[in-house]
C-alpha cells in the first residue's frame, strides 16, 4: 500500500527539473504521508526517526546519475506487519518513475 501510494502521490516529480528543491519537495511529501502512516499505527517505532526515512541528496544522487536524468529517492519503512524494515527506491529516469525492493 504505502508504495503505490508514494508512486502515485510523486508522478509529477518525472517533469520537474532535477534541483535541490525537486529533492528537498520530494522527501517533504514522502515523509509527511509516512509520518501519518505512522501516527496511525502503521508504522512501528517510538519516533518517526525509527519507524521510516527518506533520503534523496547527494549521497545517493551522485553527479554522473544526475547527468544521465536519473533522480533517487530511498525509502525506509518499519512496518507493523510483517515485522522488518522494508527499503523502496524510488527513482525518475527521464519519463519514468520506478520502483524497486
Known amino acids: 500500500m ?7 502521490s510523486v508522478q509529477w516529480a518525472v517533469f520537474e527539473p532535477h ?3 525537486l529533492r528537498a519537495t520530494l522527501v517533504h511529501a514522502i515523509s509527511s504521508f509516512l ?3 505512522w501516527e496511525r499505527g502503521a508504522l512501528v517505532g517510538d519516533t518517526a526517526d ?3 526515512f527518506v533520503r ?3 549521497s545517493n544522487n551522485p553527479p554522473a546519475d544526475v547527468a544521465l536524468g ?3 529517492a530511498d525509502v525506509g519503512v518499519a512496518a ?3 515485522a522488518e ?3 523502496f527506491r524510488l527513482g525518475r529516469t527521464r519519463d519514468e518513475l520506478e520502483i524497486a525492493e
Do not use: M, N, S
Not at 504505502?2 to 502515485?8: D, T
Open 80 to 82: 507493523v506487519r510483517p
Open 2 to 8: 504505502i508504495e503505490e501510494a508514494v508512486e502515485q
Open 85 to 87: 524494515f522494508i527499503v
Open 19 to 21: 534541483d535541490l528543491t
Open 70 to 72: 536519473r533522480l533517487i
Open 56 to 58: 534523496c541528496d547527494d
Open 50 to 52: 525509527e519507524a521510516y
Open 35 to 37: 509520518q501519518v502512516q
